[in-house]
């Protein structure tokens, strides 16, 4: 008997219906303009001539890089909470959920589902803009590694926040309130490891001065609690891309790194180890959430 592929049935519904909107095309054309105008503009700014009479600047142009990979970085921040955020409460508003439950697809299966629908759209994107992004590295002189790297970045991105939207689509009945959630709760989570790094480094160099064991410079903050940051292997990721260095080079050049050596050494897999188990635990608690209404009713 010959096998069959099965793929989940929400996804194949999604790409069904996606295929036949022009929304996606001009999506497209829109990340492909920002980035395009991007290029442009760092090739402006860094049109300098050689030091030698004439002729243009290229290591000038290393910055292109991290300069594309963080605007398609921004711009999948924006995008992704916009086609997650209305995955539950739009079936809700277009009263399809109920007839959705009623299927033998599990909760969680519609999750899912519904997360590898946007991450296709996502993977759209990152396949449109390998034009855009090889400029940097026929130009900037990275490889095609560093391009490789970046999309593996993009993916993991966009199933975090993925996570996150579709996680404020099942608790909000609104498509634009859970978008609004899910922004609020990505800015929450980066200003909320930076306070607490911000706190932790205030009150060890408060408590060193005190006692005259080591000077202010001596300590650099509990930089561990920014493996809960989803950006920091990404801004890991393009120190190493750009440059030698990485946060752990970072941190043993100031005499901190003793204690957490491995984990500053493995940052981005551990970070990202962590991130992905936390978007594991958005999805869990988004399924539950519409497990939670098939059993009242």
Do not use: H
Request: aromatic share 12%; net charge positive.
């Amino acid at each position: 008997m010959k096998n069959r592929f099965k793929i989940n049935p929400i996804l194949k519904k999604e790409m069904v219906v996606g295929s036949r909107s022009m929304k996606m095309s001009w999506a497209i054309m829109a990340v492909s303009g920002i980035l395009t105008s991007m290029v442009v503009f760092v090739l402006l700014i860094t049109g300098v001539t050689s030091s030698y009479g004439g002729g243009y600047n290229y290591q000038s142009l290393v910055v292109l890089f991290p300069v594309l990979g963080c605007t398609e970085c921004g711009l999948l921040s924006l995008m992704v909470p916009v086609i997650t955020s209305g995955s539950i409460s739009g079936e809700r508003e277009r009263q399809t959920l109920d007839i959705m439950l009623t299927t033998p697809i599990s909760p969680f299966s519609i999750v899912l589902g519904k997360l590898w629908s946007a991450m296709m759209i996502v993977m759209m994107y990152m396949i449109a803009s390998i034009p855009v992004m090889a400029i940097a590295f026929i130009l900037g002189g990275l490889s095609w590694w560093n391009l490789l790297g970046l999309f593996v970045m993009l993916l993991y991105l966009g199933i975090y926040v993925g996570s996150v939207g579709i996680f404020c689509s099942s608790i909000v009945k609104k498509s634009i309130a859970a978008t609004i959630l899910t922004i609020v709760i990505g800015i929450g989570i980066i200003i909320g490891t930076a306070l607490i790094y911000y706190i932790g480094y205030i009150s060890v160099n408060a408590y060193y001065m005190s006692t005259g064991n080591a000077s202010i410079n001596d300590y650099l903050g509990p930089i561990p609690v920014f493996l809960f940051n989803p950006y920091s292997p990404i801004f890991d990721f393009m120190v190493r891309a750009i440059s030698n260095s990485s946060i752990y080079d970072i941190v043993v050049s100031a005499n901190s790194g003793a204690l957490f050596s491995v984990i500053y050494r493995f940052w981005i897999p551990i970070s990202m180890g962590i991130n992905l188990l936390i978007s594991y635990g958005f999805l869990k608690m988004a399924a539950a959430r519409i497990n939670g209404k098939v059993k009242r009713r």
